[in-house]
């Protein structure tokens, strides 16, 4: 496994979608984890029927691109030799973690904010860069 593959990077994407799938599968049913939930990471987070509503939609959302992440995309990458679909897969990897990435770091910097809410912009961050330096 070569961690320096646009593959790697997306298959271990993946993975950390399930994680975050996980979590806000818990969160619908009122069930919050130390350092990774809502209620955790913004003490003033009140949990209610749509947030709660908006938290099963998103696990949906997650586990279906994760599936793709993890079971699809990168042995598609490995297998395939056409470099002008790898590359674009590439730029709509990196394209769709930067408006993500500038959403959560605004949510981190709003006044009450856990030192947690740190962790999901660093995750962000991190697969945004490590799909913009993967090799196709």
Same mark, same amino acid.
């Given at each position: 496994?070569?961690?320096?593959?646009?593959?790697?990077? *997306? &298959?271990?994407?993946?993975?950390?979608?399930?994680?975050?799938? &996980? =979590?806000?599968?818990?969160?619908?049913?009122? *069930?919050? +984890?130390? &350092?990774?939930?809502?209620?955790?990471?913004?003490?003033n987070?009140?949990?209610?029927?749509?947030?709660?509503?908006?938290?099963?939609?998103?696990?949906a959302?997650?586990?279906?691109?994760?599936? /793709?992440? @993890?079971? #699809? @995309?990168?042995? /598609? +990458?490995?297998?395939?030799?056409?470099?002008?679909?790898?590359?674009? @897969?590439k730029?709509? #990897? =990196?394209?769709?973690?930067?408006?993500?990435? =500038?959403? @959560?770091?605004?949510?981190?910097?709003?006044?009450?904010?856990?030192?947690?809410a740190?962790?999901?912009?660093a995750?962000? /961050?991190? #697969?945004?860069?490590?799909?913009?330096v993967?090799?196709?």
């Amino acid at each position: 496994m070569k961690f320096n593959s646009l593959s790697t990077a *997306v &298959l271990f994407h993946g993975i950390a979608a399930l994680g975050y799938c &996980l =979590v806000f599968t818990l969160e619908a049913f009122g *069930v919050s +984890l130390p &350092l990774l939930s809502l209620e955790a990471q913004h003490p003033n987070f009140m949990s209610t029927q749509y947030s709660q509503a908006a938290s099963l939609f998103a696990a949906a959302a997650l586990l279906t691109f994760a599936c /793709y992440e @993890i079971f #699809f @995309i990168p042995s /598609y +990458l490995s297998k395939s030799n056409d470099d002008v679909s790898r590359k674009k @897969i590439k730029t709509i #990897f =990196v394209a769709y973690h930067i408006p993500w990435s =500038v959403m @959560i770091t605004y949510l981190a910097l709003f006044d009450g904010s856990s030192w947690t809410a740190w962790i999901s912009v660093a995750v962000m /961050y991190g #697969f945004t860069i490590w799909g913009a330096v993967a090799k196709t």
